[in-house]
């Protein structure tokens, strides 16, 4: 059987989902399995942003970044879930353009 995409899942399914990734990364961590807890860690991520409304985040706005503290994104434009645009860190706007799921961003 083919797994769905996250984008395919209803919200409870990917409310099910989050719950068997963090679960399956918590044990992943206490075996000292340190690549299979983050990419578990990041499916998770992917999955929580397609639980939040993409048209909540708008260009030009800038959000703080869970887990990068004192970082903020400035948003150049949406892609699907997807915030596009750069990092500030204090005064310095980071030169190179990345796209982060909008599950990061913090309002």
């Known amino acids: 059987m083919q797994e769905k995409r996250y984008s395919q899942m209803s919200e409870f399914e990917l409310k099910q989902e989050i719950a068997q990734l963090k679960e399956k990364a ?29 048209n909540d985040f708008q260009p030009g706005e800038s959000y703080e970044v869970e887990g990068d503290l004192g970082t903020t994104f ?8 997807f915030a596009w645009g750069h990092r500030i860190e204090g005064n310095r706007m980071n030169e190179v353009e990345e796209g982060i799921p909008i599950s990061l961003l913090i309002k």
Not at 74 to 81: E, L, R
Request: glycine share 6%; no cysteine.
């Open 74 to 81: 400035k948003i150049t434009y949406m892609n699907g879930v």
């Open 26 to 54: 918590r044990k992943a961590e206490q075996l000292g399995m340190v690549n299979e807890f983050e990419v578990l860690e990041r499916k998770a991520i992917m999955a929580k942003a397609y639980l939040l409304n993409p």
